[in-house]
């Protein structure tokens, strides 16, 4: 099993780690929690899915703790550099979670909306900035933004933000750095560009971490698409959930107010659930999981940061309520069942507007998702709107019953 590197976090982090539901480190964490609380460089190659989010910031968090300096107006103390606003808004949320009571107000940045009110948070003070490369910029030309003070710095996904063109960006966010500072680089590849972005950024001796991928969740789980109107897929749910089959079942929406709307429908309509999300106090948090793993509810309805802990044995299935925003966030869904050599399922219910988000899955996976074509709620026209390449062989029937 490895050293439980856990131990050695601050106890405001420990508590907020079980209540999350980690159960043991990844190799990810077990590699680089250690050299990052030494405050050493990290270099580390590791995919999405496999925990690298708290392998940087559960450190990151315990060593700007431990620091006790004070929070500045527009002076943050970390940066977390990351290519979409989708990851960004992941990360942000995950470190939110991770230091309830430490008193490390963390701020996610992006662009697409207005700066204003990014502006006014940063006045207020932030401890860790989690940004999108072109929109630090811009704050940082309008001098609401000064990196003098950064203690720590992450790019993560390394390799995603050189394919989007964002090099001459980094390069002119370093140039706004310390000279004295931790350097932490996250890539799941290392093309000759990342490399040399590497040695530019990181100190003369980082710490290499890899953690090999091993066999992708994507090929042990057996996958469906299930395309539904946007207006049925609540109904679609319930008939799913009817199957003895499906007896512990995480279910995963994209937004927090979803996922509790979710959860009470389901309970009010004979499907016992919760809800999971960072919103939720720990010790609500602790009694979902428990109830989950005891059996005595039949469905976790949870967002995708509340479910990166969750090591529950024996999940049957993963229902996809929306697709993510992010493709790679589908294998990590998916890899909640499956676990150990056990069968698992994973069903999408694909609305007519997740067309593109089914195709960036595909794309990939490699291969297309199978469609399950004769379920009772079946929208040819969502169907449709993935164009002709989406005509295939239907899954193998199952007796159709109406939704109740």
């Known amino acids: 099993m490895g050293e439980d590197v856990f131990a050695r976090l601050r106890p405001e982090l420990r508590r907020a780690v079980a209540a999350l539901g980690y159960r043991a480190p990844t190799p990810i964490q077990r590699q680089a929690i250690p050299p990052i609380l030494e405050g050493r460089d990290v270099l580390g190659c590791a995919q999405t899915g496999t925990g690298k989010t708290a392998a940087f910031g559960l450190p990151l968090l315990h060593r700007l703790a431990e620091?006790?300096?004070?929070?500045?107006?527009?002076?943050?103390?970390?940066?977390?550099?990351a290519p979409t606003r989708e990851l960004t808004a992941q990360i942000g949320e995950a470190l939110t979670a991770f230091g309830q009571g430490l008193g490390l107000p963390v701020l996610t940045i992006h662009g697409g909306v207005s700066l204003l009110p990014q502006e006014e948070a940063l006045r207020r003070g932030v401890a860790i900035l989690v940004a999108t490369p072109g929109r630090l910029l811009d704050l940082a030309h309008r001098r609401t933004l000064a990196l003098d003070?950064?203690?720590?710095?992450?790019?993560?996904?390394?390799d995603r933000m050189l394919d989007m063109g964002f090099l001459p960006d980094i390069r002119k966010i370093a140039a706004l750095l310390p000279r004295r500072r931790q350097?932490?680089?996250?890539?799941?590849?290392f093309p000759p560009e990342v490399t040399a972005l590497a040695?530019?950024?990181?100190?003369?001796?980082?710490?290499s971490v890899r953690v090999d991928p091993g066999r992708p969740a994507a090929e042990r789980v057996r996958q469906r698409a299930l395309f539904v109107a946007q207006a049925d897929k609540y109904a679609l749910l319930k008939w799913l959930l009817e199957s003895p089959k499906c007896?512990?079942?995480?279910?995963f929406p994209r937004m927090k107010h979803a996922a509790d709307r979710l959860a009470k429908r389901l309970t009010r309509d004979g499907f016992p659930a919760a809800a999971l999300h960072s919103d939720k106090s720990q010790g609500a948090r602790t009694r979902a999981l428990e109830a989950f793993r005891q059996g005595k509810i039949q469905a976790l309805v949870a967002t995708d940061i509340a479910a990166r802990g969750i090591d529950v044995e024996d999940v049957t299935h993963v229902i996809n309520y929306d697709?993510?925003?992010e493709p790679e966030t589908y294998i990590h869904r998916i890899g909640r069942t499956a676990r150990a050599g056990a069968e698992g399922e994973a069903l999408s219910l694909v609305a007519p507007h997740d067309r593109q988000a089914l195709r960036a899955i595909e794309r990939l996976l490699g291969r297309p998702v199978p469609q399950w074509l004769d379920q009772?709620?079946?929208c040819e026209a969502a169907r449709l709107a993935m164009g002709a390449d989406a005509v295939r062989k239907p899954s193998p029937p199952r007796p159709p019953r109406r939704p109740r």
Do not use: M, Q, W, Y
């Open 67 to 81: 620091g006790r300096a004070p929070t500045r107006p527009g002076h943050p103390r970390a940066l977390i550099l």
């Open 149 to 158: 003070a950064a203690e720590a710095v992450v790019l993560d996904e390394a």
């Open 183 to 189: 350097t932490l680089l996250f890539s799941a590849t």
């Open 199 to 207: 040695k530019s950024l990181l100190g003369a001796r980082p710490v």
């Open 247 to 251: 007896f512990r079942v995480l279910v």
């Open 323 to 325: 697709l993510p925003d």
């Open 376 to 378: 009772p709620l079946h």
